[in-house]
């Protein structure tokens, strides 16, 4: 059911969230536009400025793997203070209340860890790019220093001093196998709950848009909270098409 508007969808995802004994949500990039992070797939988003580079493309080319940190630091120059909104306030609110153990994201930003949630307790889907990692050896390395080694070398990326590897930004490219810890607890999670509330994804990006599914098919009430329409939204309980801010601030506790 689509909510007629902002003032009844908060009321019925109050009462969903009140009689649930175990929220679990499942956040993509919508969650975070308002902090300045663009999507990719709204009109103007990401993609439509640069093509994806997949996972066998950066293993096979220097120049690929060059192109790829210089995007990522020009997204560290423009997005690098982001700060989380109200959709990520209002979900470590109900993770404090005891109403959500963590959540799941395809999000690769950080912003439900600067929240309040605790890092063991943000599931995701498809790593981080706070840091990166050497594909072979999987030593870490800060993202300032891979910098100063590009920058260094003319804008070439840097592999791993210690065994020669490459050194990527710790996110799943496509083409890149799922993290396996990671999807397993998702799966858990979406089996046990019994309310699942999709935030801010398009729902497309498989395997990540099974979990609403099994959420549903494992007798979980699903609710998707989009601006714009999905797949899977006959299949919801509720579907709020609002501005995710305006539909979760009111759940921020103070
Ligand atoms: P997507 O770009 O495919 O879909 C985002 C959806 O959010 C769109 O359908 C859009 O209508 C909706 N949306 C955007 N802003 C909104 C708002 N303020 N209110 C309501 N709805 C809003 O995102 P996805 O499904 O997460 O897939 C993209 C993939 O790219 C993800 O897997 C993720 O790994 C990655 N990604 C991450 C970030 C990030 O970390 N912030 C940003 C871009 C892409
Ligand atoms: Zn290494």
């Known amino acids: 059911m689509i909510a007629p508007d902002l003032k009844t969808a908060i009321a019925q995802l109050g009462e969903l ?3 649930a004994s175990m929220v679990v949500p499942f956040t993509g990039a919508g969650i975070s536009t308002e902090c300045g992070i663009p999507d990719f797939r709204s ?3 990401y ?5 994806p580079i997949p996972f066998d493309e950066f293993l096979a080319s220097q120049e690929a793997r060059d192109e790829t940190w210089r995007r990522r630091f020009a997204i560290q120059d423009q997005f690098g203070g982001a700060q989380p909104g109200r959709g990520h306030r209002a979900l470590a609110s109900l993770y404090r209340r005891g109403k959500a153990p963590g959540v799941i994201t395809q999000n690769i930003d ?3 860890q600067t929240s309040g949630i605790a890092d063991d307790h943000v599931i995701e889907l498809h790593g981080n790019t706070m840091f990166a990692a050497c594909l072979d050896c999987a030593a870490r390395y800060e993202i300032p220093w891979v910098r100063q080694r590009f920058d260094a070398d003319g804008g070439r990326a840097p592999d791993c001093p210690a065994c020669g590897g490459h050194i990527k930004s710790a996110t799943i ?3 890149q196998s799922m993290p396996e810890v990671p999807m397993r607890r998702a799966e858990e999670l979406s089996r046990a709950c019994d309310l699942f509330i999709a ?9 990540a848009a099974g979990f ?3 959420a549903k098919r494992s007798g979980a009430r699903l609710v998707i909270v989009n601006r714009e329409p999905t797949e899977f939204d006959e299949l919801a309980d509720l579907v ?3 501005d995710i801010g305006d539909a979760l601030s009111p759940f921020i506790a103070h």
């Not at 993609?47 to 093509?51: D, I, L, P, Q």
């Open 199 to 207: 935030i801010g994804s398009s729902l497309v990006v498989w395997p």
């Open 173 to 175: 490219s496509f083409g």
């Open 17 to 19: 969230i009140e009689v």
């Open 43 to 45: 009109p103007g988003g």
């Open 110 to 112: 950080n912003l439900h």
């Open 240 to 242: 709020v098409r609002e």
């Open 212 to 214: 609403p599914l099994t």
């Open 47 to 51: 993609w439509t400025k640069n093509r």
